[in-house]
């Protein structure tokens, strides 16, 4: 399990992971409320086939992931298919799904804010072998946060993530952690040690994204000074 995450529990959210996707499937709502919304997501079950078609066969690279995201971008309802397919059982299906979420986040997080906590929920359940999905996952979460207290949850992932095995996945985190810090000024220390580390001692891929991140945090910090 990724970051020592308890097995059938979320280790970053205050929901289980078996919780989090009821509250995706109810819409966050009242099991009342959930029963009665059960009817119509029934029915969007020919839409949400339609997506896993669309994820699944063929060959994938980053214009279909962008295409895809911008089909989807536009529609709650589209978005909400997307994060129904991330809890699905089907690895690849979940690891083009992360890629089509990251690449909606680049454009704009916001389509994505409403499920800020469980794809932080599902982002600290995963193996260490999704490390593609993970690596995705990191930089959505990160971008989705936008509470104080998403936010500190998310940087308490892109800590754990910071000494992955996988270099993807520290890149996300490298990246992630400036990106709430530049917003969070309590997660300003533990940001500046992570880009520091990884600076000294990380892969060149990691130091790109660690000056690009120490120049990040350093414009923000200028701009509240400036304010």
Not at 6 to 35: H, N, Q, W
Not at 107 to 128: D, H, I, K, N, V
Not at 136 to 162: F, I, K, N, S, W
Request: glycine fraction near 10%.
């Amino acid at each position: 399990m990724a970051g020592g995450a308890r097995i059938g529990g979320c280790a970053v959210c205050s929901f289980p992971v078996k919780e989090c996707r009821e509250r995706l499937r109810y819409g966050g709502a009242s099991t009342a409320y959930g029963a009665a919304m059960a009817g119509m997501l029934r029915g969007m079950s020919d839409r949400l086939l339609a997506l896993v078609r669309e994820l699944g066969g063929g060959r994938w690279g980053l214009e279909r992931a962008r295409a895809t995201a911008r089909q989807i971008e536009g529609s709650k309802r589209a978005v909400r298919l997307l994060v129904t397919a991330l809890f699905g059982e089907e690895l690849e299906i979940r690891k083009r799904a992360a890629d089509v979420a990251r690449r909606v986040s680049d454009r704009s997080p916001e389509p994505l804010w409403r499920f800020a906590e469980e794809l932080a929920g599902l982002l600290s359940e995963l193996p260490a072998e999704e490390s593609r999905t993970r690596w995705h996952l990191g930089l959505v979460v990160a971008r989705v946060a936008h509470t104080p207290e998403q936010r500190l949850r998310a940087g308490r992932l892109m800590e754990l993530l910071a000494t992955d095995e996988g270099n993807v996945v520290r890149c996300s985190a490298v990246e992630g952690i400036s990106l709430l810090a530049c917003a969070e000024t309590a997660l300003r220390e533990v940001a500046e040690e992570i880009v520091e580390r990884a600076l000294r001692k990380g892969t060149k891929a990691e130091r790109c994204r660690a000056r690009e991140g120490k120049r990040r945090m350093a414009q923000a910090g200028a701009a509240r000074v400036d304010v």
